[in-house]
C-alpha cells in the first residue's frame, strides 16, 4: 500500500443478506485534509459524530484537528487552515460582557470570511412552526455593529459604533446575488432599518441595488427589518435569498433557524475569498455536555455543505439522505427533537443506515 494511504474497511451486506468485507483504498491524491476545530462544551462529542460518519461513508477526508479554546486562536490552527483552505468548527464558549472577544468573530474576521450563509428548509420528520420553509439568510460577518468599537463615554454611558463600508457591503450583496444565481434561486431582498439608521443602512441598500442591476434575472426587492421579522414569525413564505448586515443577519438566521425546528437542525457556513469554515449555529450547550445527549445534525449538515463547498456532491447528498432517513423515524432522533436516542445511537442509526444503504 502507498504511504500515506487510508483504507476504509465497512461490514457490507451481500445479495444474500451476508455481511462481508467492502474494502475501498485512496490514494494519497484523493485524500483531502480539513482543519477540524472540535470546539467547547458538546463540541467535541458532536465532533466525533461527525468524523464516525464519515468515516462509515467512506469519504476521503484526512481531519487536522486543533484544539482552540478560550486561550485563543493557535498558529498551528492558522497554519493548518490557510494550508486546507477549508474548516469544520464546533461551537466556542464566549464569556458575556467580559474578559476576550468571541473567539467566533475572531475567527471570521482573522480569516476574512465575509459571508456568513444560512440555508434553512423544513426538514421532513422534525416538529416546527411551519412547513415548506426554504430560504437563504446571507449575513455580513465582518463589520457593522460587530464591528468591535466600543469604548465608555464617561462613566454610566457606553458608546459602540456601527461601520457600514461601500466596499463590504458590494462584497456581500455580489455574493447574495452570485449564490442565487449558482443556486437556482431567483430573488434576492436585501433588509434594512435605512428608515432610522439613514447614513449606515442607507449606504448599504443603496450598494445592494447597485450591485442587483447586474444581475437583471434576479427579482431585487428592499423590505424593512421590522416586517420581515413579522412576515417570518406569520410563517410567510415570500423569501428566497435575504441579503443583511452583521446584527440583523445574526437575529434574522436564528429567527429562521427556529421556523424549521430550531438551532439544533441549522448548518451555516462562512465564506471568505480564500477560505470557508462551515459550523452548528447552537452554542457549547453547558447544560448537557458530556452526558451523550447533544444532537449532531446542526454540525453534521454544516459538514454536508462543506461537502457541496468542496465540490463532492455525491458524498454530500448520500450522507444528507442518511440523516433526513433516521430523522423521519419516531424515535430514533435525539431527546432535543422530541426522540429517545442518545447521542451515539442516533449516530450508530445513521451509520447502520448509510452502511446498508
Ligand atoms: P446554546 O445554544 O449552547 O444552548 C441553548 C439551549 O439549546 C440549551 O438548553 C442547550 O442544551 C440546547 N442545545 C444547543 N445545542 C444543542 C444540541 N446540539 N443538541 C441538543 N441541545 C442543544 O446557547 P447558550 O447557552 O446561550 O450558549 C452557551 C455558550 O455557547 C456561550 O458561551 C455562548 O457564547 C456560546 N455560543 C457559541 C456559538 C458558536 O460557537 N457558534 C453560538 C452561540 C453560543
Redesign the pocket.
Known amino acids: 500500500m502507498h504511504a500515506g494511504c487510508k483504507v476504509f474497511l465497512n461490514l457490507r451486506k451481500n445479495a444474500r443478506g451476508n455481511k462481508r468485507l467492502h474494502q475501498k483504498q485512496y490514494s494519497t491524491k484523493e485524500i483531502r485534509r480539513i482543519t477540524l476545530i472540535p470546539?467547547?462544551?458538546?463540541g467535541p462529542e458532536?465532533s466525533e459524530a461527525v468524523c464516525k460518519i464519515f468515516e462509515a461513508a467512506e469519504i476521503p477526508i484526512k481531519w487536522d484537528v486543533h484544539n482552540v479554546t478560550a486561550e485563543g486562536l493557535t498558529k498551528e490552527m492558522a497554519d493548518s487552515l490557510y494550508q486546507n483552505k477549508v474548516g469544520l468548527?464546533?461551537?466556542?464558549?464566549?464569556?458575556?460582557g467580559k474578559g476576550h472577544r468571541?473567539?467566533?468573530l475572531m475567527i471570521r474576521k482573522t480569516f476574512n470570511l465575509y459571508a456568513n450563509i444560512r440555508p434553512v428548509a423544513t426538514i421532513p420528520g422534525v416538529a416546527a412552526p411551519f412547513s415548506n420553509v426554504d430560504m437563504v439568510v446571507v449575513r455580513e460577518n465582518t463589520e457593522g455593529e460587530y464591528s468591535g468599537i466600543e469604548h465608555f463615554v464617561t462613566e454610566g454611558v457606553a458608546q459602540s459604533l456601527k461601520v457600514i463600508t461601500q466596499n463590504a457591503s458590494r462584497r456581500i450583496s455580489d455574493f447574495a446575488f452570485k449564490y442565487a444565481e449558482a443556486n437556482g434561486r431567483k430573488h434576492v431582498t436585501a433588509v434594512h432599518k435605512a428608515n432610522i439608521m439613514k447614513k449606515s443602512d442607507g449606504l448599504f441598500l443603496a450598494t445592494c441595488r447597485e450591485v442587483s442591476y447586474r444581475y437583471p434575472q434576479i427579482k431585487y426587492d428592499e423590505v424593512n427589518l421590522a416586517n420581515v421579522c413579522m412576515g417570518l414569525a406569520m410563517g410567510s413564505n415570500q423569501y428566497d435569498v435575504m441579503v443583511l448586515p452583521n446584527l440583523y443577519g445574526d437575529v434574522v438566521s436564528d429567527l429562521c433557524a427556529g421556523l424549521i425546528g430550531?438551532?439544533?437542525v441549522t448548518p451555516s457556513g462562512n465564506i471568505g475569498n480564500e477560505l470557508a469554515v462551515f459550523?452548528?449555529?447552537?452554542?457549547?450547550?453547558?447544560?448537557?455536555a458530556g452526558q451523550n445527549?447533544?444532537?449532531?445534525?446542526?454540525?453534521l449538515l454544516s459538514a454536508v455543505m462543506m461537502l457541496r463547498h468542496i465540490k463532492w456532491p455525491y458524498h454530500a447528498e448520500r450522507v444528507e439522505q442518511a440523516i433526513y432517513a433516521i430523522l423521519r423515524q419516531k424515535g430514533k432522533a435525539?431527546?432535543?427533537l422530541g426522540g429517545k436516542a442518545t447521542l451515539s445511537e442516533f449516530t450508530q442509526s445513521i451509520i447502520n443506515h448509510l452502511r446498508s444503504n
Open positions: 470546539g467547547d462544551g458538546i458532536i468548527k464546533g461551537p466556542l464558549a464566549t464569556p458575556i468571541s473567539l467566533n430550531g438551532l439544533g459550523e452548528s449555529v447552537h452554542g457549547t450547550a453547558p447544560d448537557i445527549k447533544a444532537n449532531p445534525t446542526a454540525l435525539t431527546g432535543d
